[in-house]
């Protein structure tokens, strides 16, 4: 029997390529450096990306048929070519992003979504070019507050790559698992598949020139901190709690988290939400309906400082589930405690760029 390259190509064209649903020789893949040797054929199939997610299946089912429809004995060697450049090492991802901020609790349920939401918003009110990245892959929030719930970020070619465009609102660019999955399905992965999603999100997105990169970390302690901390070198952390004290608790659980000797992420400070309620028709009284001062307690001890105290106000539910944060609007009391939030966080951000060296990523050895 003779090997000659018509014979592959037939083989080769029985292959779907699920990223285009065409077969190998129709989507081009097949690059043009095959090799034939007696029995032995080698040849290279160019993917989009060195991450695509079809690249192992595609290539074993072309060695398939190629055993299938040529023979048994052919010895088949494919190698792989990109026709987008590689993802950049870890330590060189985002050059042009100035601090990382992760905005985390110990718990759910205490508004650190809003806090996240409303601290990037009201960054960008301050003139600086700012990021949001939700990072809760099983419980994505930020397209409902941003109101962008049926946006569709597109691709865009850059440098050689294939990146994710984010979607901008208020100043603020956004990307969020959200937008990738059907919001009325429970997204059912394991640890890794979150991972990965996330790390597309943060490496394979044209981020571009930022101030300010908030992460909306997910409640409590997981595999996605972990993925956060090994894929960036966090600037520092932001701590949401309310005052009451199973709150407290878990916020400890969270600063000792990063306050880990192997992880070594600096406390930006505390930030008090729901610190007592307000009503509209009488916005002069607070009744601290969760605890009184229980974060500033907390900070005190801790010695970080507590950045903010949020009140409880009806309209900032409104105006989240609305799609249009307080922070939108300096006008209303809650709007100005966001603005001087977020002044806070450019001062001790500051300070600590001063005073500490900059952050590493987390080394996980195996």
């Given at each position: 029997?003779?090997l ?31 090799r034939i ?8 199939l160019?993917?989009p990306?060195?991450t695509?997610?079809f ?7 072309a ?6 429809h040529v023979?048994k004995?052919?010895e088949?060697?494919?190698s792989?070519?990109?026709t987008?450049?590689p993802r950049p090492e870890?330590?060189k991802?985002l ?5 990382i901020?992760?905005?985390?609790s110990g718990k759910g349920g205490?508004?650190k979504?809003?806090v996240?939401?409303?601290l990037?918003i009201?960054?960008a009110r ?6 949001l990245?939700?990072t ?7 397209p ?11 691709a865009?070619e850059?440098d050689g790559?294939?990146l ?7 100043g603020?660019?956004?990307l ?6 059907n919001?009325d ?13 996330l790390?597309?999100?943060i490496a394979d997105?044209?981020?571009?020139d ?14 996605i ?13 932001i ?5 009451q004290?199973v709150a407290?608790?878990?916020a400890?659980?969270g600063?000792?988290m ?6 070594n992420?600096p406390?930006?400070?505390?930030v008090?939400?729901m ?7 009488l ?10 001062e ?7 001890e801790?010695?970080?400082p507590?950045l903010a105290?949020?009140?409880?106000v009806?309209s900032i ?17 809650t709007?100005l405690?966001?603005i001087?939030?977020a002044?806070?966080?450019v ?5 600590r760029n ?13």
């Amino acid at each position: 029997m003779t090997l000659y390259p018509k014979l592959i190509l037939d083989a080769l064209a029985t292959v779907t390529y699920a990223g285009t649903k065409k077969n190998l020789v129709e989507s081009e893949m097949v690059a043009d450096n095959m090799r034939i040797d007696g029995m032995k054929v080698s040849f290279s199939l160019i993917f989009p990306r060195d991450t695509d997610p079809f690249l192992k299946s595609t290539v074993k089912a072309a060695e398939a048929a190629i055993h299938y429809h040529v023979g048994k004995d052919v010895e088949v060697s494919i190698s792989t070519e990109y026709t987008s450049k590689p993802r950049p090492e870890l330590d060189k991802l985002l050059p042009q992003v100035k601090n990382i901020i992760a905005v985390s609790s110990g718990k759910g349920g205490v508004g650190k979504s809003t806090v996240a939401a409303n601290l990037a918003i009201a960054l960008a009110r301050l003139g600086y070019k700012v990021g949001l990245l939700d990072t809760d892959i099983f419980g994505p929030s930020m397209p409902k507050m941003f109101h962008v719930e049926d946006a569709r970020p597109y691709a865009v070619e850059k440098d050689g790559r294939q990146l994710i465009e984010p979607i901008e609102k208020y100043g603020v660019k956004l990307l969020s698992i959200g937008f990738f999955v059907n919001p009325d399905t429970a997204t059912l992965w394991r640890g890794g598949m979150a991972s990965n999603a996330l790390k597309q999100l943060i490496a394979d997105a044209d981020w571009g020139d930022l101030d300010y990169f908030i992460l909306d970390t997910p409640p409590g302690t997981s595999d996605i901190h972990l993925t956060l901390l090994q894929t960036l070198a966090i600037t520092g952390a932001i701590i949401v709690s309310t005052p009451q004290k199973v709150a407290l608790a878990d916020a400890r659980k969270g600063i000792d988290m990063y306050r880990n000797d192997k992880v070594n992420v600096p406390i930006l400070g505390l930030v008090e939400n729901m610190a007592w309620f307000t009503p509209a028709e009488l916005p002069q009284n607070k009744y601290y309906i969760f605890g009184r001062e229980g974060c500033k307690a907390l900070a005190k001890e801790m010695g970080v400082p507590l950045l903010a105290q949020i009140p409880l106000v009806q309209s900032i539910c409104e105006s989240g589930d609305a799609g249009e944060p307080a922070a939108c609007s300096s006008e209303t009391a809650t709007g100005l405690a966001f603005i001087n939030f977020a002044q806070s966080v450019v001062t001790v951000v500051n300070r600590r760029n001063k005073e500490q060296a900059p952050t590493h990523r987390v080394e996980v050895k195996e």
